[in-house]
């Protein structure tokens, strides 16, 4: 029946968010065609199969915090504020007891998690990241380490004369748990070659992050709109995600993608400032409500308030999100690009976050289990005693 209808038309728009929303999956034409439809129309769909595939009074979020253990790197890609070259004065790398002080921190406040990544540091060998995952297993052995992203694990198995396999085992005898899928941006590789042309390739991040579903380890898809990118190649990039879902559901036990994050493209401090267009609220929203409508084998999909804000994150819970991520206590990659300071948020601001927005905090696992419901009139009152608390929520 589509093809009655020139490709994107409208008329092909309204068929396929139609088809959507009985839960058939669409193709490529009928997604392009819904960046052409009213939002309004299309976030009521994506609304929808949100409340269907996760528990609809439900939003979560997961208290962790990201290390950076160093921030020299050598791929310089363009639309990077957080990076530094050996020779810079602010250029670090972490030793092993200031990622503890920075892991008892989050112990101190219940957190379960680190996101442990960093730049593409050549002068770190992998005695330093086989020692830092043990000693982080030594001493904190609650917490859940999702480290490294396609990038700096293609930057060692290159470095060390390992092979993909052996080096993943490598990395999960010493500790690893999982590995988050940064780096995503758009997975096309005409978008990466302007952004970075010495970014890792799309066919090297998918090779990584199959052999990590394919050995059990977490992962997640992610996505970063505004580099001047075409619906189509949105588009692509979903389908990609989507299919490699299929094959982790189908091959690996169900071990794929855990959630999907989608962020917009921040370039203050960045040699892509003025040059990309970046994405306004309207159209992360709307790239939102398309995603949750193109992944229907990926239930679980993240409001992005550390590049939109705390206000365009809670509304992102309408537009096919039902997870607001996690508190971080400390981010510096995304912030460094951002033009604000908002780098972290408190259990508090996500519980209000949530229940202002109509739903029951839940605290979860990066695996997205939850593991507990918060006192909402305990953290709320808090917040009616504590005035200055508040300046969270509108802050950016
Ligand atoms: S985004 Fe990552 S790989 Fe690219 S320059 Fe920044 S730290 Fe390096």
């Not at 960046?35 to 439900?58: E, S």
């Not at 398309?290 to 819970?317: C, E, T």
């Not at 990659?333 to 259990?347: I, K, L, M």
Request: charged share 20%; hydrophobic share 40%; glycine share 8%.
């Amino acid at each position: 029946m589509t093809a009655a209808f020139p490709p994107l038309s409208p008329e092909l728009g309204q068929l396929a968010l139609d088809r959507a929303a009985q839960g058939e999956r669409l193709g490529a034409d009928e997604l392009e065609s819904l960046y052409h439809l009213p939002l309004p129309a299309v976030a009521a769909v994506a609304h929808d199969l949100r409340m269907q595939r996760r528990d609809p009074d439900v939003v979560s979020f997961l208290i962790d915090r990201n290390i950076n253990y160093t921030n020299i790197c050598n791929v310089g890609c363009n639309f990077c504020a957080f990076y530094r070259t050996r020779r810079q004065s602010d250029s670090y790398t972490l030793d092993y007891e200031q990622i503890s002080a920075k892991i008892r921190e989050l112990e101190a406040v219940g957190g379960t998690r680190i996101l442990l990544q960093g730049g593409v540091n050549p002068e770190l060998g992998l005695d330093y990241y086989t020692g830092m995952l043990r000693h982080v297993k030594a001493h904190h052995p609650t917490i859940q380490i999702d480290a490294f992203s396609p990038e700096e694990v293609l930057f060692m198995e290159k470095s060390f004369g390992l092979s993909l396999d052996d080096l993943l085992d490598t990395l999960m005898d010493a500790g690893l748990d999982g590995l988050p899928g940064a780096g995503g941006e758009i997975l096309e590789d005409d978008v990466r070659q302007k952004a970075a042309p010495a970014r890792i390739r799309s066919g090297d991040w998918f090779r990584i992050i199959d052999a990590a579903q394919r050995k059990g380890l977490y992962t997640i898809a992610t996505m970063v709109i505004g580099f001047g990118e075409t619906y189509a190649q949105r588009v692509s990039h979903l389908l990609k995600i989507r299919a490699q879902q299929d094959k982790a559901q189908r091959e690996y036990g169900g071990n794929g993608f855990f959630g999907f994050a989608l962020w917009t493209l921040q370039t203050e401090h960045t040699r892509l400032h003025g040059k990309a267009p970046g994405a306004t609220a309207h159209e992360y929203l709307q790239q939102l409500a398309v995603a949750r409508i193109a992944l229907d084998n990926l239930p679980n999909l993240q409001a992005s308030w550390p590049a939109q804000g705390f206000k365009v994150g809670q509304a992102a819970l309408y537009y096919g999100a039902n997870d607001l991520g996690s508190t971080m206590l400390e981010e510096n990659v995304v912030s460094a690009a951002a033009g604000h300071d908002r780098h972290a948020a408190t259990v508090r601001e996500l519980i209000r976050i949530a229940v202002d927005a109509g739903f029951t905090p839940a605290i979860r696992n990066s695996r997205f289990e939850i593991l507990s419901y918060p006192d909402v009139d305990a953290a709320l009152g808090r917040l009616a005693a504590n005035p200055e608390a508040e300046r969270g929520v509108g802050a950016n």
